[in-house]
């Protein structure tokens, strides 16, 4: 293999791509297309200033201003960076949610010069802890030499983020990573399973509400230290911690206690902090006599912590250590989540996993054998194989038997199904994935045959139940991976569920010539989907899970769409004088795109379309004026609501009047005017946020593999 140096240009830019978004968001948004916005325009912020270089003149030129106004600022030349968040929340724990944040896009645009500027900084400042195993410790490596020892240190696909000492040909993050991509692998590792050996005790807790309990201050006290800061304040803004601190602030709306969920800066953010109380507690330690790898070991991954030792006493003089140097950054753990083990050192959640890898291994059962022709003896069971020339199909599932064993599972090692289910769904996906591709590249070879039709009547008439049995099999599978799902589902389970639908979502359209298995398939997928539909309507707790649904319901085909009345029902319409009307406060940025995404041209929802229209121009209109400059949900609705193709100019128009709450005369023609130049100006322009068109849901879920922090 040659040694020839190959070069992946991802500039500076690449950590809006990776660093700024929540890994929860709908399947149809990303930021490529404002990246690709920024490169081509050559945006940036400097001092404090937003500089551009456009080669646009005339109309498209009014049009470019006009928006990167409407993205960034009312004034760029002094623009204001605090900003509000788009915050929305998803399903955590059962009764209870977790809010996210989509911050403004100044804000992410500033993000980059932060990063360009303190990025060795901050991988220092995140190196000084020996209890951390998920921290950066590089920039992610943008070159490698394509030879054996790439091919050798080549990081995986399925990576959640980049490993440091891994080489990648596309970047996940803007750091790379030590030393698990993802706190599962951290149980399966070589350090987890020796202190299991070595230790009597495990105590697992974390920071009771870690995030929301940061003092957006605290960073200056970690870098600096409390005392120097305390003497030095007005110095202490002006360096790295200082500068941190004010760029997290104003992400949140100058808000100083807690900071923001979901970007990966945050987390970054955090673990600044907690390397320093992580530092401080060691040295205390030592002071002591209890040695790191000694008489104890502590790992911690972002706020979740897992203490080794071989005595209580040891455990509660640690714990001491522990709450007091936390208190101190106003940071306390959560006794109510805390679990202590003693040797043998076994978890629930092992047990469980153990049995459910046990379990899927026997059932749902995919045997493709080569008949021996030499073997007149071969047995099989003649009410389930079905013998076609030279294999044997041996399709078994019996979902209702299925969940009925994993219902044992569950109760059996006293552990909760949302505890379980990524990890079950992780483990079914790897088998629909085999089995699709051992069905596809054993049954190809009687495809070609019956195309040439080398096949007699009698083979004909079992490749017919060949097929027939198999789709009965995908048939047992979604309904399994639905039953599992509902008791249960969050965005990340959603996620899992909808990238083995996509799966055999494409199987189907790509492989599959007959019909009517395919309507079976496709029939299923949609009644199941609609069950979960109809049980979680859309409320202002909850709507990135059903948002997904609703994404792969249409990778389905026009053919497949809901019925308006149901549809209506998920988002929360009333009759009101025989106008159909969404009720108010349900609807938000993310799912008033999703679901303009989903009816798309169709005419089937002529009522539900113009019901959604009105609630858009209401929604933007009633948003305090003051406020629309500095709002990041605003900036992103207008932006994706001008690039639709599927509402009209006239749509666009009155969205510009009601933003700007033009009310003269003069007023009204220059927005008009304006609203035209944006018009021409998306014809090239086609995306901002959201891919309206062109969509491909498989590829799309297959990269999102790459974002996922936890599991």
Same mark, same amino acid.
């Given at each position: 293999m040659s040694k020839k140096k190959k070069y992946i240009k991802y500039p500076k830019e690449r950590a809006i791509l990776s660093d700024v978004l929540p890994y929860e968001i709908p399947i149809t948004f990303s930021n490529r297309y404002f990246y690709r916005f920024l490169l081509d325009n050559k945006i940036e912020v400097i001092d404090n200033n937003i500089r551009h270089k456009s080669k646009y003149i005339g109309d498209e030129k009014d049009a470019f201003e006009i928006l990167i106004k409407i993205l960034f600022s009312a004034d760029i030349s002094n623009p204001n960076f605090r900003k509000? $968040?788009?915050?929305?929340?998803?399903?955590?724990?059962?009764?209870?949610?977790?809010e996210l944040a989509l911050v403004h896009p100044i804000n992410q645009l500033k993000l980059i010069s932060f990063y360009d500027q303190f990025k060795e900084l901050i991988i220092y400042s995140c190196s000084v802890s020996n209890y951390s195993i998920r921290r950066p410790d590089n920039v992610a490596k943008f070159s490698f030499f394509n030879d054996k020892l790439h091919q050798s240190n080549k990081g995986e696909v399925t990576d959640f983020l980049e490993l440091s000492g891994k080489e990648y040909e596309n970047l996940k993050t803007f750091f790379s990573?030590?030393?698990y991509t993802n706190i599962y692998r951290f149980y399966e590792d070589y350090r987890y399973q020796r202190a299991e050996k070595k230790y009597n005790y495990l105590f697992k807790f974390d920071i009771s509400n870690c995030f929301y309990s940061i003092y957006t201050h605290s960073i200056v006290w970690a870098v600096l230290g409390l005392d120097a800061v305390k003497e030095n304040v007005n110095e202490s803004k002006k360096s790295f911690g200082g500068i941190f601190d004010n760029f997290i602030q104003y992400t949140n709306y100058g808000e100083t206690n807690g900071i923001l969920i979901g970007p990966e800066f945050s987390r970054i953010f955090a673990e600044i902090i907690l390397q320093r109380i992580d530092k401080t507690v060691e040295d205390k330690l030592k002071v002591r006599g209890y040695f790191l790898k000694t008489q104890y070991e502590l790992y911690r991954y972002v706020d979740d912590y897992f203490l080794f030792c071989d005595s209580e006493s040891l455990k509660d003089e640690i714990l001491v250590i522990l709450k007091h140097e936390l208190k101190l950054y106003k940071l306390a753990i959560n006794d109510s989540k805390s679990l202590d083990y003693s040797k043998p050192i076994i978890t629930e959640i092992t047990i469980a996993k153990n049995k459910i890898i046990e379990l899927f291994s026997d059932e749902p059962k995919f045997i493709?054998?080569?008949?021996d022709s030499t073997n007149i003896n071969n047995k099989r069971d003649e009410n389930k194989d079905i013998s076609l020339i030279e294999?044997?199909?041996?399709?078994?599932?019996? $979902?209702?038997?299925?969940?009925t064993k994993y219902k044992i599972i569950i109760k059996e090692s006293k552990v909760d199904y949302k505890d379980v289910l990524n990890y079950s769904l992780a483990v079914l996906n790897n088998i629909i994935e085999r089995n699709l591709i051992n069905f596809e590249n054993v049954i190809k070879e009687y495809w070609v045959k019956k195309t040439n039709e080398e096949l007699s009547k009698s083979d004909l008439i079992k490749i017919n139940k060949v097929e027939d049995s198999f789709a009965t099999h995908i048939e047992g599978f979604i309904d399994f991976i639905f039953f599992i799902y509902s008791v249960s589902p969050r965005v990340n389970s959603?996620?899992?569920?909808?990238?083995?639908?996509?799966?055999?979502?494409?199987?189907?359209k790509e492989k599959i010539n007959t019909q009517n298995r395919r309507e079976r398939v496709f029939k299923r997928i949609l009644d199941e989907s609609t069950f979960i539909l109809n049980k979680n309507t859309l409320n202002e707790y909850a709507q990135i899970e059903s948002l997904y649904l609703l994404t792969v319901l249409r990778d389905l085909g026009k053919e497949y769409r809901l019925p308006e009345q149901l549809l209506s029902k998920f988002i929360?319409?009333?009759?009101?004088n025989d106008i159909l009307t969404i009720k108010k406060g349900t609807l938000n940025y993310f799912s008033i795109v999703v679901t303009f995404y989903y009816i798309g041209y169709s005419q089937k929802y002529p009522q539900l379309k113009n019901a959604l229209i009105d609630y858009t121009?209401?929604?933007?209109s009633s948003y305090p004026t003051e406020k629309r400059g500095k709002s990041s949900e605003i900036a992103h609705l207008m932006l994706d609501l001008f690039a639709c193709p599927f509402v009209d100019a006239e749509f666009k128009k009155k969205i510009l009047l009601l933003y700007r709450s033009s009310s003269t005369e003069s007023d009204i023609q220059n927005t008009i005017i304006d609203a035209e130049k944006i018009n021409t100006f998306h014809k090239e322009h086609k995306y901002w946020f959201t891919k309206w068109e062109r969509f491909n849901l498989a590829k799309e879920l297959e990269n999102k593999k790459s974002q996922e922090v936890y599991s």
């Open positions: 509000i $968040p788009f915050t929305y929340r998803i399903s955590h724990k059962k009764n209870d949610f977790r990573y030590s030393k493709i054998s080569k008949i294999h044997n199909f041996n399709f078994y599932f019996d $979902p209702n038997n299925l969940a959603t996620i899992k569920v909808c990238h083995i639908l996509s799966k055999i979502i494409k199987f189907y929360n319409t009333y009759q009101e121009f209401d929604y933007i």
